[in-house]
């Protein structure tokens, strides 16, 4: 069974500060796909990132980043320079290859005041 | 490129009843799926659709729970005789197998059913 466990709840930061979300999966597929989506209170899910379980590399865009590391399958997100745009839910979700659904964890909420 | 779209948005509706919502996915997209989220959770698979052909249904969906995607396009997700723990954002997502970002779900802004 596939689980993915956010272990931050809320984490509230002032504006220009880094924020970096855990996210930890549990998979026993050794071909998979990670997915990073943020909810804002709108509650339309955002697509931010998708990176395959063979792709280790990390990747920066803009103020994001993401550092994957399958030897202890985590893969966190880090916001750069936090806006008050960037307050949201984010989730991270797992999706097996030869499956077609997603499994979310539990959203951490990002509240960035200014 | 026009995003998935959901309607309504929003629902009340009293308990018994039956509410219909309707998703329409990306244009060319094959596959439409549905989730439903409860406060303070993620969202939780419920079925799947690749053209016309539902292909699994979730445990989560309980024989008062219909979905159809009749002509391979826009899909709807029936409730009926609604229960108030049926209260919770029903969000649906579609994807492409034939893209670069090979089969990565796209979701709409989702319907939040209020069940009194």
């Known amino acids: 069974a596939q689980k993915v466990t956010q272990a931050q709840t809320e984490i509230s930061v002032v504006e220009k500060e880094d924020v970096t979300l855990d996210c930890v999966y549990e998979?026993?597929?050794?071909?998979?796909?990670l997915f990073w989506y943020k909810q804002p209170p709108s509650g339309e899910l955002v697509f931010l990132i998708r990176?395959?379980?063979?792709?280790?590399q990390n990747e920066i865009s803009g103020r994001y980043s993401w550092n994957f590391q399958k030897s202890t399958s985590s893969f966190n997100f880090t916001i750069t320079a936090s806006q008050v745009v960037d307050s949201a839910v984010y989730f991270c979700?797992?999706?097996?290859?030869?499956?077609?659904?997603?499994?979310f964890g539990a959203g951490t909420t990002v509240t960035v005041r200014a | 490129d026009t995003g998935v779209s959901q309607d309504p948005r929003h629902k009340i509706t009293k308990r018994g009843q039956n509410v219909t919502f309707r998703c329409d996915p990306i244009s060319e997209h094959n596959r439409l799926y549905w989730y439903r989220q409860t406060l303070g959770q993620g969202p939780e698979f419920l079925t799947y659709?690749?053209?016309?052909?539902?292909?699994?249904k979730s445990r989560l969906l309980s024989d008062r729970f219909s979905a159809e995607r009749p002509k391979g396009s826009f899909s709807t997700l029936e409730i009926q005789r609604t229960e108030q723990g049926d209260s919770a954002m029903y969000l649906c997502?579609?994807?492409?197998?034939?893209?670069?970002?090979?089969?990565?779900?796209?979701f709409g802004p989702g319907t939040r059913l209020t069940v009194l």
């Open positions: 997502a579609s994807s492409s197998l034939w893209t670069a970002e090979a089969d990565t779900q796209y």
């Open positions: 979700a797992l999706r097996r290859y030869n499956d077609y659904k997603l499994s």
């Open positions: 990176r395959n379980s063979f792709d280790e």
């Open positions: 659709f690749q053209n016309e052909a539902q292909l699994e």
């Open positions: 998979t026993r597929d050794t071909t998979y796909y």
